[in-house]
């Protein structure tokens, strides 16, 4: 998962590897843990994810040379930027700025028309990302590709990272993590050209909000210069509920934001395209059903 949107982060569950001898007394120790912590401090014990270097170093390789060959990057170099970035210090303490040197270590720019934001949508982002094709998120960028799903913060009093636990992003106000998407949220933001598209979720209040990554970073990054239109699509759970949509709540202050600034702008809401991508996700949702016979019998009227 994308450690991204500004919100408690939703760290992975520790995953054991161990003799099947030691496997039941483990959970139980497991379950024990979660009775007498609680679901939240549990999340806070999580440190730095195992085996961090081999992973960036590896997703960095595997980015240069398979995922988008041709870009001549330093994955030991871009190592290095990161940690020289993180460890030693106080695992509150890494701002946006300590990570300069990685990211001008690793410039990238994109083709016009092809950025993809987003807003409490992440799963269906992704499908919609991978049917579309020459779209991009900030996943597809080397450091999103680097980073995505990984915990970090660094130690002050012993050099390195901190393996036992790192704070949640709520505890502090320049949290490792959050600075680093915070960077390359911006950095994506800013190069986007021609027509960049939003998905937002009708499904929540404030689907447009200023504490999300969209709103207080990338949406004051997008430069009306540069960007032709800024396509909005609200979309909601197929079964609802239905709370916002283009004429109603957030997402119309969202549209008053990009009028004062120049921008051109269209919304949708309900895009034939995602509703069918939901559809293949949960064929069995009542309004799947609905559709599937309708299109079958459109089809079989066709051939009458
Ligand atoms: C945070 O970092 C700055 C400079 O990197 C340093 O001056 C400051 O003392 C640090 N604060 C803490 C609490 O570690
Ligand atoms: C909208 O947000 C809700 C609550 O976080 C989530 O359950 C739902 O999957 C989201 N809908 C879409 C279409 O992403
Ligand atoms: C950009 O968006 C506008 C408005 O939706 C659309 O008319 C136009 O065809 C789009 N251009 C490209 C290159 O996708």
């Known amino acids: 998962m994308f450690l991204r949107d500004n919100e408690t982060p939703r760290v992975p569950l520790p995953t054991i590897i161990m003799p099947a001898s030691k496997l039941s007394a483990a959970s139980v120790t497991i379950c024990l843990l979660v009775l007498l912590l609680g679901p939240s401090q549990l999340r806070a014990r999580h440190g730095t994810t195992p ?66 934001l987003w807003s409490k ?33 660094g130690r002050e009093e012993d050099s390195g990272f901190d393996f036992h636990s790192c704070p949640e992003w709520s505890a502090c106000s320049d949290h ?4 680093l998407w915070r960077q390359a949220s911006q950095n994506f933001a800013e190069m986007a050209c021609g027509n960049v598209t939003v998905l937002l979720n009708g499904s929540i209040e404030n689907a ?13 990054g997008l430069n009306p210069q540069m960007v032709d ?23 119309v202050d969202l549209i008053q934001n990009l009028r004062s600034r120049g921008f051109r702008w269209t919304c949708t809401d309900n895009d034939q395209t995602l509703m069918i991508l939901q559809c293949v996700q949960n064929p069995e949702l009542s309004y799947c059903q609905t559709h599937a016979h309708s299109l079958s019998h459109r089809k079989m009227s066709t051939f009458e």
């Open 208 to 220: 447009f909000s200023r504490k999300s990554m969209f709103g207080s970073v990338e949406l004051d």
């Open 121 to 153: 949508t992440r799963m269906l982002m992704h499908s919609y990302a991978a049917v579309l094709r020459h779209h991009w998120t900030l996943e597809d960028t080397l450091v999103g590709y680097m980073f995505n799903n990984l915990i970090w913060c």
């Open 176 to 179: 490792p993590v959050y600075s």
């Open 51 to 116: 085996n961090i270097k081999h992973i960036v170093v590896g997703r960095c390789y595997n980015y240069i040379t398979l995922v988008n060959p041709g870009l001549r990057f330093d994955c030991e170099k871009v190592w290095r930027h990161f940690e020289e970035a993180v460890s030693c210090q106080s695992s509150c303490n890494v701002t946006t700025r300590d990570y300069h040197q990685l990211f001008g270590a690793v410039p990238q720019s994109w083709p016009c028309d092809t950025l993809l």
């Open 229 to 251: 239109h800024v396509n909005i699509k609200v979309v909601t759970d197929l079964e609802g509920p239905f709370i916002e949509s283009c004429s109603q709540g957030s997402i």
